[in-house]
């Protein structure tokens, strides 16, 4: 229930109580992956401070769950963020060697290419 809660609160905008929600339900469940993801995602879109944080808890995210592909599409996008598109190539790809099919990480692979692409054409 109480996860419930906290993704209701960021679903609805209501971004402090969801930080909250989620911090409690880390506390509580240390080893929860999920928590963590989606702890990260809320966290992205803060300030410089809580985008630092947002990295942090994909890295342990994808300690703790190394196998389960949605940690990896939230380490993608961190990276994506912070510009590293090498790194979110590699994580985007681990998506797709975990879930095939997944269309957000071939989507977030289409949109590397064309910015490569477009960077490249620009020398």
């Known amino acids: 229930v109480q996860f419930k809660l906290a993704y209701?609160?960021?679903i609805q905008g209501n971004r402090e109580k969801a930080i909250d929600?989620?911090?409690d339900l880390r506390k509580k469940y240390p080893d929860w992956a999920l928590?963590?993801?989606n702890l990260s995602d809320l966290q992205?879109?803060?300030n410089p401070s809580e985008k630092r944080m947002a990295m942090s808890l994909a890295m342990e995210a994808r300690m703790q769950a190394p196998r389960w592909w949605p940690v990896h599409l939230c380490m993608g996008n961190r990276h994506l963020e912070h510009g590293d598109l090498?790194?979110?190539t590699e994580a985007f790809e681990s998506v797709l060697k975990l879930a095939?099919?997944?269309s957000e990480a071939k989507?977030?692979?289409t949109q590397i290419s064309k910015q490569i692409t477009n960077a490249s054409n620009c020398d």
């Open 100 to 102: 095939a099919d997944n």
């Open 35 to 37: 928590v963590l993801v």
């Open 21 to 23: 929600g989620y911090m």
């Open 107 to 109: 989507k977030r692979l």
């Open 44 to 46: 992205s879109r803060g």
């Open 86 to 88: 090498g790194k979110a």
């Open 8 to 10: 209701l609160d960021d």
